[in-house]
């Protein structure tokens, strides 16, 4: 019976000390990606700072546009201005905020636009309007998913927002 009780102790000591030590490899890799968020930015944009009645603003000219999808070829410009408005309020958001997730989404909103426009064989009208809809909810807080994780992955999100306008802009201009 000692033996059992003194064996069962010693294992009882050996899950407490790996538990222990899980804890701090998890502390350890939550801050290294807390401090990649920061670094996940596009160069070369201006930082500014989302006003909540602006952005609702754009979210209802882009929900005007999704009612009208053939005058968006007449509206590209504006498109063009919307999204990298919203690549500026990316930039100037913290990450993780209500305020990046609704500036990813307004630009993912207007860049679905753009292509629709500029190639009808695409319709993404319903992926714009689902992005409008999550801006909305952003901004309305009707959730709270602000952690670290949420953050990097609107960075993330915000960045192939960036290479696609960039693609788009080479097929507008062929």
């Not at 996940?40 to 909540?52: A, D, Q, R, S």
């Not at 901004?139 to 192939?160: H, P, Q």
Request: hydrophobic letters at 40%; aromatic letters at 2%.
């Amino acid at each position: 019976m000692k033996v059992t009780a003194g064996a069962f102790l010693v294992l009882l000591i050996a899950v407490a000390i790996v538990m222990i030590l899980r804890v701090r490899e998890v502390q350890h890799v939550k801050e290294d990606v807390g401090l990649m968020a920061p670094r996940l930015e596009e160069e070369y944009v201006e930082k500014k700072i989302m006003g909540h009645r602006e952005a609702k603003e754009v979210i209802d000219e882009l929900r005007d546009l999704c009612s009208d999808p053939s005058s968006l070829r007449d509206h590209l410009p504006r498109l063009r201005e919307i999204s990298s408005l919203a690549a500026s309020w990316a930039a100037g958001a913290p990450a993780p905020s209500p305020e990046l997730e609704a500036a990813v989404n307004i630009r993912q909103a207007a860049n679905d636009l753009r292509e629709t426009a500029s190639n009808s064989s695409r319709n993404l009208i319903p992926s714009a309007r689902k992005q409008l809809i999550a801006a909305e909810n952003a901004l309305g807080g009707a959730r709270d998913d602000s952690n670290v994780t949420s953050g990097i992955r609107d960075r993330v999100k915000s960045l192939e927002q960036a290479q696609r306008e960039h693609l788009q802009e080479l097929n507008e201009a062929y």
